[in-house]
């Protein structure tokens, strides 16, 4: 399964823009696509776009299918899929200023939202572009969905609801019906779901307390058949004007065998990277007296966190375990943590870092102690062939690596 940490499929309306008129679809979907550069060990090639200036992918099957959301020559945001070679549009809505494609299972299933019709969306790769399924999600004062977080094996959808003010909730879709995770507040619907496994678990956070002035406590939860669970946190820490207790934290992943990892706040009042499992919670235990913050985790146990966040580095934490990505002293930026323990993200890389592209910000992946940089860009997600995705230097144009055999 490709796997992307932290929720790392961001909400593409800001950056993609949306419509100023409603003229046809650019006819040359995917156009300018093709290998734009040679890196070892990998062919480069620009996804194109769907006749605008930016492209975004979201995720990446196994099978190496792409999915995302491309501008429009009218500066519409649709989703689309990448295959084969080729890029097309999802559906070629003449309605629809702001869309997107989220997540694809390994079926070629594809998951995403049409924000301005307050729906989520579902394809199929193996069928006709127009075979979309549109299911309708709760209605205001309930906030218009933002993304689909995950598709799973059976086509149900996580996803989340999303003001980007002050309301947030998490719901499944299944079997065409809504079922909310809830919020551990009861009196505000403050919910962010961040990952599920095969199970139907879902982890996240949710708002417990506002604490006056500005404060909003939030503590990781873990949802699973229709219970919403608190799992707590490891120590305390006071802010406010009443001193009251602040610990929070945010679990960000789960994996097959229901470890759940992210962060909170540990014995000393500092952020800590924690693993739970079975109603125990464990702080990672890496690099005492610094904060730390786990990413993800695999379902070989390994666990992506990063330490000092950003000064001290990233690391995979492998049964006690513990090894760098990348050399000391290059800041890495990891997004995406394969189950074999590759590390996909970015770097910044100096002037004449040998990297063969300059300085700025270059893609790469980290496996077995391994960094491949891959040139200027970001990579996003991976698969479970090595194949990556992301987006040029800029952040504008779709990138894939794709993996020599």
């Known amino acids: 399964m490709a796997r992307t940490p932290l929720g790392v499929s961001l909400a593409v309306a800001a950056i993609l823009g949306t419509a100023c008129s409603r003229s046809p679809l650019a006819p040359q979907p995917g156009a300018n696509s093709g290998v734009s550069r040679e890196t070892p060990g990998y062919d ?5 776009t769907l006749g605008g200036d930016r492209t975004l992918p979201a995720a990446i099957n196994d099978s190496g299918i792409v999915v995302g ?22 559906r070629a809505s003449q309605t629809v200023y702001d869309e997107s494609a989220d997540a694809i299972n390994a079926s070629g299933q594809i998951a995403g939202v049409v924000r301005d019709g307050r729906a ?13 399924q549109t299911f309708p999600t709760p209605a205001s004062p309930a906030p218009p969905p933002s993304r689909v977080v995950a598709i799973d094996a ?14 947030a909730q998490g719901g499944v879709i299944r079997n065409g019906a ?47 058949s229709g219970v919403l669970k608190d799992l707590g946190v490891l120590g305390t820490v006071t802010c406010g004007d009443a001193q009251a207790d602040c610990a929070g934290g ?13 962060t909170v706040t540990g014995a000393a009042g500092l952020d800590r990277a924690f693993s739970w499992q079975d109603g125990i919670m464990h702080d990672l235990g890496a690099f005492e007296g610094h904060s730390t913050r786990a990413m993800a985790i695999n379902d070989r146990g390994q666990i992506l966190f990063a ?64 960094l491949t940089d891959l040139g200027p860009g970001r990579a996003t997600a991976i698969n479970a062939r090595g194949d990556i995705v992301g987006t040029d230097g800029g952040g504008l144009r779709g990138i894939l690596w794709k993996k020599r055999n």
Do not use: C
């Not at 480069?44 to 194109?48: C, E, F, N, S």
């Not at 059976?154 to 309301?167: I, K, S």
């Not at 496994?197 to 006056?212: E, P």
């Open 44 to 48: 480069v090639i620009d996804l194109g």
């Open 69 to 90: 959301s491309s501008q429009t020559a009218d500066r519409r945001t649709l989703g689309f899929i990448y295959q084969k070679g080729v890029m097309r549009a999802l």
């Open 120 to 132: 989520v969306l579902r394809w199929d790769a193996r069928t006709a572009a127009s075979d979309v």
């Open 154 to 167: 059976a086509g149900d959808m996580l996803v989340t609801l999303d003001d980007f003010v002050a309301r």
């Open 178 to 224: 809504w079922q909310d995770v809830g919020s551990l507040d009861v009196a505000r619907a403050w919910t962010y779901p961040l990952a599920w496994n095969a199970r139907g678990q879902i982890v996240g956070t949710s708002h417990v307390r506002h604490v006056a002035p500005t404060y909003e406590i939030f503590h990781p939860i873990l949802w699973q």
């Open 250 to 262: 945010d679990a960000v992943d789960i994996n097959a065998q229901g470890t759940v990892v992210g």
């Open 307 to 370: 330490v000092g966040v950003p000064d001290l580095g990233v690391f995979v934490w492998d049964n006690g375990s513990v090894q760098r990505v990348g050399p000391i002293g290059v800041s890495i930026l990891a997004r995406a943590f394969a189950e074999d323990g590759a590390v996909a993200g970015e770097m910044q890389q100096s002037d004449g870092g040998g990297g063969g592209g300059g300085g700025g910000v270059h893609a790469f992946v980290w496996n077995a102690g391994v």
